[in-house]
């Protein structure tokens, strides 16, 4: 209980960073533009997530392009996690807490945000007679064609996909592996994604939205505003701290999610000048993950695989698959043969008895604590080799029985070709413009590619290519110019260190003023 307490209090109270910017650092809205004012402003309408990378990134943005603009922010926790437990108590819980706790942080919140010159005025998700009107008179047109768990997935509203968005929801905020049709909570995501969509269609016939900047484009709570304005023709950028995706992605109707676009950066890499020496540099850079502290590409991770070199015992396995956390998204991801990754694993489970294959099964580092019971369930339910996830991923690589890896679309699936090993996937990564597989259409040919692995042949030229890639998804950072965090190196910070936040915020604040002066 204390500690649930102190957690609350660093949430609601101010910490050094946030006083220091809120009093201290320029605040956009005392500063006028030379640029000539329009007679109507457009909107420019930003999500106002938690997240000290996106108000820092966020500010360059605005001082580079929209200091003359009208800014508008939008509040984005919509749906609140609700574990298995009886629903109406848990939603009143939830409820009680969203009162106190919510209205605090949004408040506060709301004070570093003005900083920027946005306004968090927005709440696509709040109750009104017409929102709730509008959710009771289509809801049950919905639910009634909800008969599996592929009925979710083809859910459209007003010709928009939302069934993904709603199945990934569920997963993840209900925290379980699969999506049980007859729950009510199920019921109570599509209501609210109702109560969002008329919401956010009432906000856009009242205002003109030029730009949307989004930290994400996943679940109800950030892809579902992103599909609704991408169908009003509203231009849209995620923008993301994450090496693996640029700093400004823009997004569109066949890119919706701002994930790197792999095929065109590996065609990129043949136009760039000192190729020999960026392969090295690339190589240099991904031994650090496997020999060092970790690389840009894992820098995400809370939780990182062991590369820790330690012999294991009785390990012969030909081939390991190597797990995803059973409640993260699927259908981001690219998950399109299985509905989930239960479903994955079930598959899985199945073919390797069916062909009797030396295969075990190792569970994802980075696991949710919610998954850790459900990872413990499967050991006792299931009669298959588990491996423990804290086993040394570079024992398994260098061992001389393990010859290929299996993930629908994981980190790991370059590291096996850098280690001359072969890789099974099932969507778009890293390594998929390297051709080392075609990507099954359907459930027999994926079990036909892992039987038949050994077909698959590893060379030196595709490590080489490997890399390029690699190097290409480090470097290639932006759909737009953002100079200052370019500069600066804005994803290279740890946003979870308050120094670190401290540290970046003077560096942009330097920039900003020095932008101004000379404006």
Same mark, same amino acid.
């Given at each position: ?87 109406f108590i848990s939603q009143i819980f939830h409820y009680t807490k969203n009162i106190f706790l919510f ?10 945000y003005k900083q920027n010159n946005i306004n968090l005025s927005e709440d696509f998700s709040s109750y ?67 109560? *969002? ?193 804290? *086993?040394?991923?570079?024992? *398994? ?123």
């Amino acid at each position: 209980m204390f500690n649930y307490i102190k957690k609350i209090r660093s949430l609601i109270l101010r910490n050094d960073f946030e006083k220091k910017f809120t009093k201290n650092y320029t605040n956009f809205s005392t500063i006028k533009s030379n640029k000539k004012k329009t007679k109507s402003k457009k909107i420019i309408l930003f999500q106002a997530p938690m997240d000290y990378f996106f108000v820092l990134l966020t500010r360059t943005i605005i001082v580079e392009r929209h200091l003359n603009d009208h800014l508008i922010g939008s509040w984005p926790y919509y749906i609140k996690p609700l574990k298995k437990r009886f629903f109406f108590i848990s939603q009143i819980f939830h409820y009680t807490k969203n009162i106190f706790l919510f209205s605090l942080l949004r408040n506060k919140w709301k004070s570093i945000y003005k900083q920027n010159n946005i306004n968090l005025s927005e709440d696509f998700s709040s109750y009104n007679l017409r929102s709730v009107l509008f959710s009771l008179k289509n809801i049950q047109v919905i639910t009634n064609k909800i008969k599996s768990k592929r009925d979710i997935l083809k859910i459209k509203f007003k010709g928009i996909d939302i069934g993904d968005l709603i199945f990934d929801t569920y997963i993840r905020y209900r925290a379980v592996p699969t999506v049980n049709v007859n729950d009510f909570f199920l019921k109570y995501i599509i209501f609210k994604t109702l109560i *969002i969509f008329n919401n956010c269609s009432e906000f856009t016939k009242k205002n003109n939205i030029e730009v949307y900047y989004t930290s994400y484009a996943s679940y109800l709570t950030h892809g579902l505003l992103v599909r609704i304005l991408l169908s009003k023709k509203i231009k849209i950028y995620s923008l993301s701290s994450y090496y693996g995706e640029n700093y400004i992605t823009l997004l569109n109707n066949k890119r919706l999610q701002a994930t790197k676009n792999y095929k065109y950066l590996y065609k990129k890499f043949n136009s760039e000048k000192n190729q020999e020496r960026k392969i090295n540099i690339a190589r240099a850079s991904l031994e650090k993950r496997f020999y060092e502290n970790g690389d840009y590409l894992t820098k995400y991770l809370n939780i990182k695989a062991n590369y820790k070199f330690s012999k294991i015992n009785n390990f012969n396995y030909e081939g390991v698959v190597f797990l995803h956390d059973f409640y993260d998204a699927p259908r981001e991801i690219g998950l399109r043969l299985f509905s989930d990754f239960y479903e994955w694993f079930e598959f899985l489970n199945y073919i390797t008895k069916k062909n009797d294959l030396n295969f075990a099964f190792k569970f994802h580092p980075n696991t949710k604590p919610e998954s850790i019971a459900f990872n413990n369930y499967l050991k006792k339910k299931f009669h298959t080799k588990f491996l423990n996830s804290t *086993i040394s991923n570079m024992a *398994i690589y260098k061992n001389k029985h393990f010859k290929v890896g299996i993930s629908a679309c994981g980190s790991v699936l370059h590291e096996l070709i850098f280690f001359k090993k072969i890789p099974i996937y099932l969507s778009n990564n890293l390594i998929t413009p390297l051709n080392i597989h075609k990507l099954p259409k359907n459930k027999k040919e994926y079990e036909n590619l892992i039987v038949n692995y050994n077909k698959i042949k590893i060379s030196n030229n595709m490590i080489k290519n490997m890399l390029k890639i690699y190097y290409m998804t480090i470097n290639d950072q932006s759909d737009l110019s953002c100079s200052i965090v370019k500069k600066i190196n804005l994803k290279n910070g740890d946003f979870s260190n308050i120094s670190d936040i401290n540290n970046y915020a003077e560096k942009i604040e330097f920039k900003i003023n020095k932008l101004l002066t000379n404006k």
